[in-house]
């Protein structure tokens, strides 16, 4: 398969904030990878496709079994997703922001490659600009993981991404470049799946917090 970008490309979004992102849409839609910044660090992403989901696994270097976040619209873009109560309350409360949900597709409404165990689908609304223009131009979720290889430090700056994609020798990743990000902690994972909701990950919003939407839920 031919990418656009055959060769190593950077946006500069503090330049250019308003920067045209459709030859960056074209991109995702031809199954390839774009890195772009996230509430948190650095991400990877590509359309939840099987095309796409392959090109990101190989570029991580990750197994099949491990599934990859998606950032979406709203929590009405996957309303057929199993929106329990508490995850609706918690959506209504820490979206946008670094609070991910677990919850179950029960009509397999995303491919294969985006289900964890129990074909539970993980979900975040990220409040990054720049991720809202790339959901916008492509018309539906994106995949999410950390920059980073092999468990090291996740990137928090443009620069650290495209050394990442050097030292990797991928041309064919597009980057968009916000600069350097705060010091943050990962997303906070909970698994709506269960009642009541288990957090999996405390990350960047802390149980505490959580505990003011849901007294009930479990660390």
């Known amino acids: 398969m031919r990418l656009v970008a055959e060769a190593l490309r950077r946006i500069d979004l503090r330049v250019d904030p308003d920067a045209d992102l459709s030859p960056v849409g074209e991109h995702l839609k031809r199954g390839g990878v774009v890195a772009y910044p ?3 660090v650095y991400g990877l992403g590509s359309l939840p496709s099987e095309q796409g989901i392959r090109n990101l696994r190989d570029l991580k ?3 099949d079994e491990k599934p990859f976040i998606l950032l979406v619209e709203s929590a009405e ?5 199993d929106w329990t109560e508490e995850a609706r309350e918690l959506a209504s409360v820490f979206w946008p922001g670094a609070v991910t949900l677990v919850l179950s597709d029960p009509q397999g409404f995303f491919s294969e490659g985006a289900h964890g165990t129990g074909s539970s689908v993980a979900v975040r609304r990220s409040p990054q600009a720049a991720v809202a223009r790339l959901i916008a131009e492509v018309g539906g979720p994106i995949t999410s993981t950390s920059a980073n290889i092999g468990g090291s430090t ?8 495209m050394e990442l994609l050097r030292r990797c020798g991928r041309t064919d990743v597009i980057v968009l470049d916000a600069g350097t990000l705060p010091e943050s902690a990962p997303s906070t994972i909970i698994d709506c799946t269960t009642h009541p909701p288990t957090v999996l990950r405390e990350g960047s919003v802390p149980v505490g917090r959580l505990r003011c939407a849901i007294p009930e839920i479990h660390e």
């Open 38 to 40: 996230t509430e948190t």
């Open 61 to 63: 270097g990750r197994t």
């Open 77 to 81: 873009a996957v309303q057929e997703l």
């Open 154 to 161: 996740p990137a928090r700056s443009g620069s650290e991404v």
